[in-house]
């Protein structure tokens, strides 16, 4: 299943990130691009040592990344050139700037990949995992500003969201064939 925004074919599947043949992947990282449990430390596992050796690197000289921010490091082992780290909001129950954070995470990643020349990219649901944002919320702010952002920017082929579960993919799958979100 699946839409068209502009040029752009946005797809749903459910899956394993490390194992999709798009330019780029999307970690769900956090603020010290530490690694961890989760998406991240999948990412790091089948990406192997260099991913790590860039966000080192990154932490030396930047710190890390904020909330709602994103960078980007090389794919190492992965199928995928690229890596895009965002750090999603921890879920504080919705009156912390969550929604305005996470759509950032997917608006900043989608910038950094415009930037690197990217066509085609997979996210996660970002803070849905250890991060705690409701799943039918969190899809809800990742459909939405995807689209508003491809609705300006006519320079990917596909933006792919990838599901971890079956639930997670009926989920995005109901708002896909909903009116809602309103966009
Ligand atoms: P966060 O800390 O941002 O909540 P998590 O990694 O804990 O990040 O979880 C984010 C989402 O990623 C969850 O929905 C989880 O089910 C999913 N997830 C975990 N591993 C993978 C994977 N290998 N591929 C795709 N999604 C995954």
Known sequence: MGKKVNQTHITLTQGDITQQHVSAITNAANSRLAGGGGVDGAIHRAGGPAIMTECDQIRQ??????????????????????????????????????????????????????????????????????????????????????????KENERFSEVRFVLFN??????????????????
């Open 61 to 150: 000289e930047r710190g890390g990344c904020p909330t709602g921010q994103a960078v980007i490091t090389t794919g190492g082992d992965l199928y995928a050139d690229y890596v895009i780290h965002t750090v999603g909001p921890v879920w504080e129950g919705g009156k912390s700037s969550e929604p305005e954070l996470l759509a950032s995470c997917y608006r900043q990643s989608l910038k950094l990949a415009v930037e690197n020349g990217i066509k085609t990219i997979a996210f996660p649901s970002i803070s849905t995992g250890v991060y705690g944002y409701p799943m039918e919320k969190a899809a809800v702010v990742a459909i939405e500003a995807v689209t508003l952002f491809l």
């Open 166 to 183: 079956a639930d997670d993919l009926k989920q995005y799958q109901r708002l896909f064939l909903s009116n809602q979100p309103k966009i």
